[in-house]
């Protein structure tokens, strides 16, 4: 005789035990219930096509111990026949009571989890916050670094206009005192054309220096707009930071309040079972 389980048998176990372990997940005990009798049903024919072919009844004096069926799978089978009764039993029982106090059979949350998942909520929340804060400070301090460092480098060429300036004008001097000097004897050359000397050298001094200030102040213009839009950025970053922190605040304490309001119901429930 063939020991070995048939194809349909497996087949049989498996579908058994899936549709068992798929109904177990769910949140209602009626499927829970249902989940277990399948699957107890699933793994007590596993059990049984363990057993090899069948054979008599295993009793000495009624059966040859060459015909007899092997004893230990038939009395494991009848014991978890007994087990998933005592199982259904309970399940029906917690069902029905749960059907009395709330009106469905679902398994709830159990409070003390939400406590520790909302105490996690706000952990993260304030980690979240301090994140955000502390991005915001680097990237505060960056932005100032780099507005100082441009302060510094408009202050360097301000100056260096001033020296390059400075020394134009020394050299200008230079040259004029010195065109004066070979020009004052000569026969061609009168105090007129040295006052019209000097008139167009001051001239052209002040239009340099007026170019040099327009350069300095187009500097400081361009410096106050960089000022203006790296402190409304900043501005900006502190208000957008705040409205997440905000947001972050309202969808906590929502979920806070939804709980509450969730346990008293449940706290309520559990007094009118009581009375």
């Known amino acids: 005789m063939n020991d070995t389980p048939t194809i349909v ?12 372990v798929v109904l177990l997940l769910e949140r209602s ?33 009624l059966t040859d111990e060459a015909e007899m069926s092997d004893p230990l799978p038939q009395a494991m089978i009848l014991t978890a026949i007994v087990i998933t009764l005592g199982i259904t039993a309970f399940l029906l029982a917690m069902a029905h009571r749960s059907w009395q106090l709330q009106g469905h059979d679902e398994v709830q949350d159990d409070a003390e989890d939400r406590r520790i998942l909302l105490g996690g909520s706000r952990a993260e929340l304030r980690a979240q916050i301090r994140e955000l804060r502390a991005r915001l400070r680097r990237e505060i301090r960056e932005q100032r670094t780099d507005l100082h460092r441009r302060i510094e480098e408009e202050d360097r060429r301000e100056e260096a206009e001033r020296a390059e300036l400075r020394a134009r004008l020394a050299e200008a001097d230079t040259e004029l005192r010195d065109w004066i000097r070979e020009n004052r004897g000569d026969d061609g050359v009168g105090d007129d054309d040295i006052a019209r000397r000097v008139r167009d050298v001051r001239r052209e001094r002040e239009k340099r220096v007026e170019e040099l200030r327009g350069q300095v102040e187009a500097y400081r213009t361009e410096l106050r707009d960089h000022v203006r839009a790296d402190r409304e950025a900043e501005r900006e970053q502190r208000r957008e930071l705040r409205r997440r922190i905000r947001a972050e605040k309202r969808q906590l304490r929502a979920r806070i309040r939804a709980e509450r309001e969730r346990l008293a119901r449940a706290e309520d429930s559990d007094l009118l079972g009581a009375d």
């Not at 048998?9 to 068992?20: K, M, N, R």
């Not at 007590?44 to 004096?61: D, E, K, R, Y």
């Open 9 to 20: 048998l497996i087949v049989v176990v498996g579908v058994l035990v899936a549709v068992g």
């Open 29 to 61: 005990l009626t499927r829970v219930l249902l989940g277990v009798v399948l699957m107890g049903n699933g793994i007590n024919l596993m059990i049984l096509s363990t057993g090899g072919a069948a054979g008599g009844p295993p009793l000495l004096g």
